[in-house]
């Protein structure tokens, strides 16, 4: 007979949670999914990178910000203190943080915003109350202002990077 055991003999096996943890309903909590607003579909927006946000004096609070595929720049509660946890509490308008001055038509088509090449596109400093944004193809580094959400392009680059950091 084969062995159904896939223990080593040595090893102590809590079958209790053995069970639990292949059996147990499975319970997970997303963050709501921006739509598009300019567009009558509504259909959803991709997230392009998070940055968690802890505002200051307010430790139990724990916020993320992250720019969207039309240029916007959202804000989740994920510890519920501002309301429902992973709802959106704040969002800023479309177009924010795009490099392109050609405008967006509303229907879907975006200019390039956030580059899926950079790896760590969003670095926020919780104590200044800012988040940095990488945008297209690495090249740029936008700064938005949390508390007021407001846009200050910041400065480009020479050469492409994969990462910004705090």
């Not at 595929?69 to 309301?83: A, E, F, M, N, P």
């Not at 992973?86 to 038509?105: E, N, Q, T």
Request: aromatic content about 10%; some cysteine.
């Amino acid at each position: 007979m084969a062995n159904w055991d896939p223990s080593y003999p040595s090893e102590k096996v809590r079958w209790y949670e053995e069970y639990i943890a292949r059996n147990a309903p499975i319970s997970t909590s997303w963050l709501q999914q921006p739509r598009n607003r300019e567009s009558p579909e509504h259909e959803y927006l991709e997230v392009r990178g998070m940055g968690i946000y802890t505002p200051p004096g307010e430790a139990d609070a724990t916020l993320v910000v992250g720019p969207l595929d039309d240029g916007s720049v959202c804000l989740w509660d994920i510890s519920g203190t501002r309301g429902r946890r992973g709802s959106i509490i704040a969002r800023s308008k479309s177009g924010l943080i795009s490099v392109d001055l050609a405008p967006h038509d509303g229907a879907g088509k975006y200019s390039k915003l956030i580059s899926t090449g950079v790896t760590e596109c969003v670095s926020v400093d919780s104590a200044r109350k800012r988040a940095f944004f990488a945008v297209q193809s690495g090249m740029v580094i936008s700064k938005f202002l949390l508390e007021t959400s407001k846009y200050i392009p910041f400065w480009m680059v020479s050469s492409p990077f994969t990462s910004v950091v705090e």
